[in-house]
């Protein structure tokens, strides 16, 4: 891969990265809820699911998975149907009083759970994969199509991570300024409302033509 190819490719990259949808909404919600470390933490679902996904796509799967109506419908409703539960338990979720806040502090959230959240929103999302399979073969090289698909993916996942940071810090700069079970109750409303808005609009994704 050429220099000027691979400057051209990093802000395109980045900018899908912070592109604001499900996963960095979790980030931000997590980093509010729990901190910046466990929301970065919690995110290597995240960087899993792509990964897998990368592979996939890398393999020549993904373009399968993307021309088989069943597959990407079967997934596509399952991730919908995920996004808009998280949804309806952050509409449902009591404001935290001083007394839950306090014990929340002193208990750490279980990263595993949330890391299994992180993965099943990335893994149920199959408009994911079109980044893989549409994006990133216009940026690898054909005589040497497995090392540069690996500089593509590995600065993906890089960028990834840069972007699940910012949101996470932004969630806890939202936590700092909206302190308060009220303030909080109208963030997880907000929050919640935005997690089903993001399922219903995956429900309604059509596959793009084979």
């Not at 149907?81 to 001083?98: H, K």
């Not at 279980?110 to 079109?130: C, D, H, M, W, Y």
């Not at 909206?178 to 409302?193: E, I, L, Q």
Request: charged share 10%.
């Amino acid at each position: 891969m050429t220099l000027s190819a691979y400057l051209l490719f990093l802000p395109a990259c980045f900018a899908i990265n912070m592109a604001f949808g499900p996963n960095n909404l979790l980030s931000v919600t997590n980093g509010a809820k729990h901190g910046v470390s466990p929301a970065v933490i919690a995110a290597s679902g995240r960087l899993v699911a792509f990964a897998l996904m990368i592979a996939v796509a890398g393999l020549g799967m993904g373009a399968v998975l993307v021309a088989s109506e069943l597959a990407f419908d079967v997934i596509k409703y399952l991730g919908a149907a995920y996004l808009v539960w998280i949804g309806i338990r952050l509409l449902r979720a009591p404001a935290p009083t001083a007394e839950v806040q306090a014990r929340d502090a002193a208990a750490p959230p279980s990263l595993r759970a949330l890391a299994r959240q992180e993965f099943t929103v990335a893994a149920g999302n199959p408009k994911a994969i079109l980044v893989f399979t549409a994006f990133f073969p216009q940026f690898v090289v054909p005589g040497a199509y497995a090392s540069s698909y690996v500089l593509l993916g590995a600065t993906f996942l890089v960028f990834e991570l840069v972007a699940i940071a910012l949101y996470a810090m932004l969630g806890a700069r939202m936590r700092r300024l909206a302190n308060g079970s009220r303030a909080m109750r109208w963030f997880n409303k907000v929050s919640g409302s935005m997690m089903v808005g993001f399922g219903l609009i995956l429900a309604f994704t059509r596959r793009p033509a084979a």
